[in-house]
């Protein structure tokens, strides 16, 4: 690839996460946590941001929590957690939605042989603040389908 082209490409993916954030604001509902990001092609990373605080019982996942998926099914998450209370968990499932936000599918850890879907980050000491990292994946075939994410939580 060329460096101009690089370049473009990365201008690109500014502009794509910038959109994303915006609309990102623009969602907030009630019972579960949902982001949206604009349509993009299918050359690129769709990056789903939470820009508020997500709360579960005693556990707080802060603002700037971000899944990305890419077109060959791969996903990467991002964010902070805590709890008020000493050993605690924060339990996790992420929820692909269409532009009708209908339900497509869920994103799967393969961590927990009860449920291949759901994403579990522990939290030992309450006067801490966690980076939870983690990898997913999810039928490519539904990529050019997803126009939204929604969290299920459980603390």
Do not use: E
Not at 8 to 33: E, F, K, S
Not at 59 to 86: E, I, K
């Amino acid at each position: 690839m060329t460096t101009r082209r690089t370049a473009l490409v990365r201008r690109c993916r500014t502009l794509i996460v910038a959109l994303g954030t915006a609309l990102a604001l623009l969602t907030a509902l009630g019972g579960t946590a949902q982001a949206q990001a604009p349509a993009q092609t299918q050359n690129f990373a769709k990056t789903y941001y939470w820009n508020y605080d997500i709360h579960a019982g005693d556990c707080t996942m802060f603002h700037g929590t971000s899944w990305t998926l890419r077109p060959d099914g791969t996903a990467s998450f991002y964010a902070v957690v805590t709890s008020s209370d000493d050993n605690d968990a924060w339990l996790m499932w992420a929820n692909l939605k269409n532009s009708s936000g209908q339900y497509l599918g869920r994103l799967v850890a393969n961590t927990h042989w009860d449920d291949l879907t759901k994403f579990v980050f522990n939290l030992p000491d309450s006067s801490r603040q966690y980076v939870w990292r983690q990898n997913a994946t999810f039928n490519p075939s539904l990529y050019s389908q997803v126009a939204s994410m929604s969290l299920d939580n459980h603390c």
